[in-house]
């Protein structure tokens, strides 16, 4: 029976369908379809190129108008180099410079202030670069014949470019070239706008810092690892090679706070084999001791990597802690991408202290390469303390909520906030009653703190106990 205005139509067959979808007529409504697609493609993608054109040439304009006094006194104060860099298309064209010498304060704080850059102005008025872009790379410094670094001809150099904002804030764990191809592929006006006030707001972090020393790093008497995101996986990786059994843990402002007031979690951290610099808080103190944290190593995006690292080398994971279903549904989650990493075994972080033996001989029987202990700090760090050797994995790490986000229970911050480095903030946001204390009174006692231990001139605790200055490198 058909209902009011369903007609008399029956549903069609599959093999109807593919027999309409195939026929001629059929052939070129779906060419039409295909061909009209790809139009409405090429003139969004047209309207989104003059749109960037337009806001470069304005936004260009009202700041050479505006800083054109500067100009003249730099002009005829230092002059102007020309750098010979590689533009869209792999046209060679000179970029301006003003070479502003960093030996005397004032030319220190023109650097600072990124001044010889805006002589670049003149190159986007050009249409040679443009605000938003890959980093105008000099001929012969990149191979830019394929892959990732080849997309980067496909628009003009930038004054600043996401990789610029990542590194700012310590997350640039991909390389320069995959994060820039990423950016060709995706960007619209929007994302750039989004772009260009991250960078202002990350300009004062001060630079990036893969490249400072390592060695390790005292903040607040926590004796910190200063490693990079790569280089902290390979550590964890060489120490499941290893006979004896090593703790690894990520320090915040928050664990900091806590290790504070807290002597068995002091002592437990000092003790502890790879100690991990998380958050911006780590980023901001360090750069404060002119020891700077080379990346924001925290767990969460460690995650994948390390799974990739202990899928590559056939190794085996426990995971221990969150709710109930979290653990399982994290083990699902890395039986989906890492098919050939073995989540020996799992446990909820809600059981009963008489179960307690129980859960640590399971773990014992499937003896992993690395035991995944998220029950929050400092909990977790004690408690690996405690039994890790009765555990008898190769590696236990403190991991806090990261289980909670593989999970997918508490989705993550958008990657925007992350390069802005206030992912603390969208935590706080989720759950406000539990967190309030420990983001907006805590960070600001954890800097208050800092400033006062560092202007006093007193050495720091663990520096008394003689903490040693190799890294876990
Ligand atoms: N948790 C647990 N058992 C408990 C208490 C907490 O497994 O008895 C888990 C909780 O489910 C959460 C983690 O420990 O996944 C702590 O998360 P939190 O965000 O507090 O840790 P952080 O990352 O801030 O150290």
């Known amino acids: 029976m058909n209902f009011p205005g369903q007609g008399d139509k029956t549903p069609m067959s599959p093999l109807d369908r593919m027999e309409k979808r195939f026929s001629p007529a059929g052939m070129t409504r779906n060419r039409v379809r295909k061909a009209f697609s790809s139009l409405m493609w090429l003139i969004s993608i047209r309207i989104d190129m003059a749109a960037k054109r337009t806001f470069d040439v304005i936004f260009a304009a009202i700041l050479t108008v505006l800083l054109s006094p500067f100009w003249i006194v730099m002009l005829l104060c230092c ?8 533009g869209k298309n792999g046209k060679v064209f000179e970029a301006i410079n003003f070479p502003i010498s960093q030996k005397t304060l004032p030319g220190r704080i023109l650097n600072a202030l990124k001044f010889p850059r805006f002589a670049a102005l003149w190159n986007i008025l050009k249409g040679e670069m443009s605000f938003i872009g890959p980093r105008a790379s000099a001929p012969g410094e990149l191979d830019l014949r394929e892959g990732d670094s080849r997309r980067r001809l496909n628009v003009r150099p930038g004054l600043v470019c996401t990789f610029w904002v990542r590194r700012r804030v310590n997350i640039a764990f991909d390389s320069e070239s995959v994060v820039d191809a990423e950016y060709v592929e995706t960007h619209t006006i929007r994302g750039d706008v989004g772009i260009l006030v991250r960078s202002i707001i990350s300009a004062m972090y001060g630079n990036g810092s893969t490249a400072a020393p390592t060695g390790r790093v005292s903040i607040l008497g926590i004796p910190i690892d200063n490693l990079t995101m790569d280089e902290a996986v390979k550590v964890i990786l ?44 780590m980023k901001l103190a360090g750069r404060m001791l002119k020891q700077n944290i080379r990346e924001n190593v925290n767990g969460t995006d460690m995650f994948p990597r390390l799974c990739k690292g202990m899928e590559a080398e ?109 992912e603390w903030v969208y935590r706080f946001i989720q759950e406000p009653g539990r967190l309030w204390k420990r983001y907006l009174v805590g960070n600001t006692i954890f800097m208050m703190r800092f400033l006062v231990k560092r202007g006093s001139g007193r050495k720091y605790r663990a520096d008394v106990k003689g903490i040693n200055n190799k890294c876990a490198l």
């Open 238 to 281: 060489h120490r499941t090679e290893v006979k004896k059994q090593s703790r690894v843990s990520f320090v915040n402002a928050d664990c900091a706070n806590i290790s504070w007031k807290n002597q068995e979690y002091m002592r437990t951290l000092v003790e502890c084999d790879v100690v991990l610099a998380d958050g911006i808080g």
């Open 79 to 86: 002059g102007i180099e020309r750098i010979p860099c590689i």
């Open 314 to 422: 056939g190794k085996t994971m426990f995971l221990l802690g969150g709710r109930p279903e979290v653990p399982d549904a994290v083990a699902a989650w890395v039986a989906e991408r890492y098919p050939n990493l073995k989540i020996c075994g799992f446990q909820h972080g809600y059981y009963s202290a008489d179960e307690e033996a129980a859960v640590i001989e399971r773990i014992n029987e499937c003896q992993p390469d690395v035991l995944i202990v998220a029950f929050g700090a400092p909990r977790q760090e004690i408690w690996i303390k405690k039994h890790l050797e009765e555990c008898g994995a190769k590696v236990a790490i403190g991991v806090g909520g990261l289980l909670d986000f593989y999970s997918g229970r508490i989705p993550r911050a958008p990657l925007w906030m992350r390069e802005l480095g206030i």
